[in-house]
């Protein structure tokens, strides 16, 4: 099957009992059997739910891998990989990562006695370079929230092989539409199915897909170990979503490109990062490996604080929000939002500057959401 009709169909068959061409939303917490030690496959829905199943088969094949296992949040299922690792390993990780990844590391996990070493990672070297003996994890974003950084995969990966450390890559910025990094060596992929793969701001969830048997067999204990699993309900709405991901992708990737050109003509902006730029330091690296640049750009307004608040608060169209890929365009200012809590310096020194913006371009018409951002550009 190609990528869009296993989209559609993947993992999904006419249910047995009806033949509804929509699995059904099997909400329940628990299973008869049949007689002792004879159940259908399902015990309990923390240890497997037929509608997760679904759409954890649905997943994996998008990603062209063996086994998808679902969790209740994005931040859930980083949890987990970084829950395969023992007191005292080290993890190199990307610098830019998401800041919700930075604080799982940073506060929590290193009082378990977990170590971690943050690199530019789209400097291969570095990544290299920050390799130690007890590196047990090399964890990639790509590309990165909220500074678009792109590495390149094969490389990191070919790192990862040569000295046996296992291989994560945060995709949830590109979705497996635009690309799929198992085929570029990585072991586990982790998404917040939050972000495009559901699509429509409709829930909170988050996935990893592995082709090796282990990892998944560790990754399934972990998952009905620690709980923090997705309702029956919520997996059913990210499957409605994936339906339509490729479509989706396909505009999210046209109408970035327009906006991101837009602004990087515009007076009031000093600097644009879009990957599908050739402006952009990664952007030969993402033509090779993705295949659409994806719906998320960041720029820095000349200005500052000042020029960022009034930009958000002039915005009709594009809604001041948090997160991103959905399908509305959505703005974030990091400096007075979500960094808001970081030291100046800190956030400085990370190239979270105060006129820096987030913007995640939705599937609207984007003639509304070019006039909408040249309205307010105007009165900063
Ligand atoms: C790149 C990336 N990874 C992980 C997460 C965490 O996902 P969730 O919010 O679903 O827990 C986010 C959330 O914004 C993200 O942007």
Request: hydrophobic content about 40%; some cysteine.
């Amino acid at each position: 099957m190609k990528f869009d009709t296993k989209a559609v169909r993947a993992g999904i068959k006419p249910d047995p009992t009806t033949g509804a061409i929509v699995p059904p939303i099997y909400q329940t917490a628990t299973y008869v059997l049949e007689e002792v030690g004879k159940d259908k496959g399902f015990d309990y829905t923390r240890a497997s739910n037929p509608t997760r199943s679904i759409l954890e088969e649905n997943l994996a094949s998008l990603e062209g891998g063996k086994h998808g296992i679902c969790f209740s949040s994005g931040m859930s299922a980083v949890d987990a990989v970084l829950k395969m690792l023992k007191s005292g390993d080290h993890v190199v990780c990307s610098d830019d990562v998401y800041g919700g990844v930075s604080r799982l590391f940073n506060d929590l996990l290193v009082n378990y006695n977990l170590e971690f070493t943050y690199v530019n990672s789209s400097n291969v070297q570095e990544v290299g370079s920050a390799v130690k003996e007890n590196t047990k994890l090399i964890w990639i974003e790509t590309p990165t929230n909220p500074l678009l950084k792109v590495t390149d995969l094969e490389a990191v990966g070919a790192i990862a092989k040569s000295k046996n450390i296992l291989y994560g890559v945060d995709a949830t910025f590109s979705t497996p539409a635009l690309l799929r990094p198992l085929e570029f060596g990585a072991d586990i992929v982790m998404h917040s199915t939050t972000k495009y793969i559901s699509g429509h701001n409709q829930i909170i969830g988050g996935a990893i897909i592995t082709s090796n048997d282990d990892i998944a067999e560790k990754m399934k204990f972990i998952q009905k170990t620690i709980g923090a699993v997705p309702s029956p309900f919520d997996c059913w709405l990210t499957l409605l979503g994936i339906k339509t991901l490729s479509l989706r992708m396909k505009r999210h990737c046209e109408n970035a490109q327009e906006v991101a050109e837009f602004l990087e003509s515009h007076p009031s902006v000093e600097r644009v990062s879009y990957p599908g730029l050739p402006s952009h330091p990664g952007f030969s690296i993402a033509s090779k490996q993705m295949d659409g640049f994806s719906g998320m750009i960041s720029m820095e307004l000349k200005g500052g604080i000042p020029a960022g608040k009034k930009l958000m608060n002039n915005l009709k169209l594009c809604a001041l929000a948090e997160s991103l890929g959905a399908v509305e365009t959505m703005i974030t200012h990091p400096a007075t939002m979500t960094h808001a809590d970081v030291p100046e310096k800190e956030r400085h020194a990370r190239g979270l500057t105060d006129g820096l913006v987030r913007l995640s371009v939705g599937i609207e018409d984007v003639n509304d959401i070019i006039d909408d951002l040249a309205q307010a550009l105007e009165k900063i």
